[in-house]
């Protein structure tokens, strides 16, 4: 899957959010990936 990645300034509130159960499967597999950034 490829496209062009908005800039922040366009995105509402500035973020790219994809919230839980509502993310597009594109191949069914038994791993799973979980990122996370905090800034203190």
Known sequence: MR???PENEDL?????V???GQAQM???????TM???LAV
């Open 3 to 5: 496209g062009e990645v």
């Open 12 to 16: 509402p509130g500035n973020e790219l």
């Open 26 to 32: 594109v191949r069914e597999g038994t791993d799973c």
């Open 35 to 37: 990122l996370g950034l």
């Open 18 to 20: 994809v919230p839980f």
